[in-house]
């Protein structure tokens, strides 16, 4: 008996020792299942947030919009009118349009040009229309703390005046700085300007940045009478030739791509491609000093229709000195500052600054049922142009290009302003613009998208 409680004596210290282990065993599982639970609730505060993200994410899918109020673009700023108001914008154009299968379309329509140039005959007395003379800033002394701009340097008195439909001299681009200083931009070959000088009749395009790709006109489409006698000039700059020739579009000898003469413009005068694309979109008169008419388009559009029937049906049988045609969708400037806005076409304080300057001038909203509004529409869709260049066509040029280079460069937003002002201040001296139908546009060329849109400006 002694032996054995002797031998069970022995044993008690490594039972203890066994029972001791034990504890710490159970402490470190309850320790190990506090910290599961705890970590569980980690985990589940990780899922509901990750949750809600998601549903953030859905309802954006869905169309939830969430309007965020402050700084965006580096120093663009919203309103809570205006973040409203493109919010109602927006669900006008939802209810509008529906799914993209089933978004509007804007078809051509019939144009009833004559049949062929052949017998096609300018109207006796067709430029008669008002008359004065026009001068042009050339060259700016510089003032203290001013850079020699290709717009110059106008005051808002200069600008004031040179509304008046008179003898005068006003800015109209290409104005060079002092002696000495460097060109302002828009620099050209001496050839190619000798060849500019020749022009009569001139179809112009451009493309700056590699914005696009090069569209030739339908030949087949194009007389031959016009092949000869009419001008086809794209200008581009070193950039664009450069992409157009890795593309196989090289130049031949005498500078063409098909029926385009490819004019190279080096010192582009502005940052913004936009806004240099306004040079050759407005001031044809100034590139082309011999040329009685011009039709502009956009480098996005190839033309398929011959350019003296477009001559014939717009201007001529229209006795018109102008012709531009109405916006697809929009009418308003109104409307156009909010989309300009809700897809960050430009810099929403710059807009804003236009819109009021415009507005205390004494733009008004477009009434459409308003008998005595002088043109249909208020919101011009400005990639096809068609001008004789008359003393008010070109002074209409020069001011609306004043408006892009002196506020935003889109030009839509300063079209309503300029016109309606020039009428205001000279009712006794018509301007006679044709504002046609889109679906008009629409059947003078085929529509393409845009290689790539050009970056927006940096804030002014």
Known sequence: MMAFLRHTAELLPERNDNVAVEVKSLNRSEHRNRRGRKFGRITREKWLILAAVLFLIYSAVLGIKILFLGKMDGGISTSLAIQEEIKRVDELDVKKQGN?????????????FTESVDHLVEPKNFMNFTQFSLDYVEREEKSF???????????????????????????CGFVKGPEGFPSTGFDLDANDKIHMNTCKVVVSSCIFGNSDFLRRPTSKRISEYAKKNVCFVMFVD?????????EGNIPDDGGYIGLWKIVVVRNLPYKDMRRTGKVPKFLSHRLFPSSMYSIW??????????PLLILEYFLWRMRSEYAISNHYDRHCVWEEVLQNKRLNKYNHSAIDEQFEFYQSDGLMKFDPSDPNNPIPSYVPEGSFIVRAHTPMSNLFSCLWFNE??????RDQLSFAYTYLKLRRMNPDRPFLLNM???????????????RALPSLPPAP
């Open 404 to 409: 892009v280079d002196r506020f935003t460069s």
């Open 238 to 246: 070193e950039q664009t030739l450069s992409k157009l020739s890795q």
């Open 436 to 450: 046609f139908k889109d679906c008009e546009r629409r059947a003078l060329a085929k529509l393409f998208r845009h």
């Open 100 to 112: 993209y299968k089933h978004r509007k379309k804007y078809p051509p329509c019939e144009v009833a």
């Open 297 to 306: 388009l956009d480098s996005k559009m190839r033309l398929q229709t011959d």
């Open 145 to 171: 703390g001013e850079i020699p701009r290709f717009g110059g340097q106008q005051t808002l008195e200069e600008r004031e005046k040179s509304f008046y439909a008179r003898n005068q001299k006003l800015h």
